[in-house]
């Protein structure tokens, strides 16, 4: 593939859900599978490499995490809300439900909290992303065909173009992770890796 040129005053880079919880070998969803595909890809490691890429070209960094109240009140009945109330994870205030140690916010970047699959429902992302003046999305995080999926799908249906990293993103088993970016992504938008963003 083609590089793909970005515009930086008309960029953000979203990361999704770069939590211990997930990424974090002692995290309870990273235990399934997740950091030992996360750790071979070397997701962390390429996230790091655009997050510096994204603040030397002025680009806004935007992390989105899942978090929960005490108690879990706002997960829902939904399977996955189960899932995270019976894992007792992702729970506001704990070591979980923070972004892991290697890709730690700087002051200047923003922070997003959700409760649901997709960055956008019931956030100010949508908000924010409109006052910036931003319209192109890229797109960094886990869980690749899950809250990166549902993520870049309510992000084309609000008109932003997307660019998926593929090397910036995990799931549990290599199959899904190819799956969704060979059927899905290309789809809604563009798939690239690292290499391949030209800022």
Known sequence: MAGIKIKPEESALLLIDMQNEFLHEKGAFAQLGMWRFANE???????????????????????????????????????????????????????GAEIVDELKPTPTDYIIEKRRVSAFYNTDLETLLRSLGRRTLIIAGVVTNFCVEGTVRSAVDRDFDVIVLADCTASTTKEAQEFAMKNIFPMLGRVATTEELII
């Open 41 to 95: 890809a070397k997701t962390i490691e390429n996230t790091k490499k655009v997050i510096s890429l994204a603040h030397k070209a002025k680009i806004p960094v935007i992390y989105v995490r899942i978090v929960y109240r005490p108690g879990y009140p706002d997960v829902g009945e939904t399977v996955p809300g189960k899932a995270m109330k019976d894992a007792e994870a992702c729970k506001k205030g704990s070591w």
